[in-house]
């Protein structure tokens, strides 16, 4: 099986930093795309940011400038760093990762795993 550990997250004031990040461990070939998503009370989840294996990188409009995604592939980890929080970045941070591994069947798949989630609270 594949695990996806985050950490990272707390309570920080408004204009300060933090830095989330996301492991996976397992049996696997090799991971695909990697990223953040973040669900806030009564919100439908959304893409924060996302990165391909080649290091591309897209980000939410509302994250741009203020927070970057970057991996370590020979790590198999994914980091958020979040700089500039604002109150709305308040909500429940959740990496995935798209990860191909074989199944039972020996024929090689591609699967999306989920981490558990990190709280991140802005506020004063």
């Known amino acids: 099986q594949v695990q996806l550990v985050e950490s990272g997250g707390g309570l920080v004031q408004p204009g300060g930093s933090l830095r989330l990040s996301c492991a996976a461990s397992?049996?696997?070939?090799?991971?695909?795309?990697m990223g953040w998503y973040r669900q806030a009370p009564g919100k439908p989840r959304e893409l924060v940011a996302a990165s391909t294996s080649g290091g591309t990188t897209n980000y939410a409009d509302s994250v741009k400038g203020r927070f970057t995604i970057s991996r370590d592939n020979a790590k198999n980890t994914v980091y958020l760093q979040m700089n500039n929080l604002e109150p709305e970045d308040t909500a429940v941070y959740l990496c995935?990762?798209?990860?191909?591994?074989?199944?039972?069947?020996?024929?090689?798949?591609?699967?999306?795993?989920w981490g558990q989630g990190t709280q991140v609270t802005v506020s004063s």
């Open positions: 397992g049996s696997f070939l090799s991971i695909n795309a």
């Open positions: 995935n990762a798209d990860v191909q591994r074989m199944t039972i069947s020996q024929v090689k798949g591609v699967f999306r795993y």
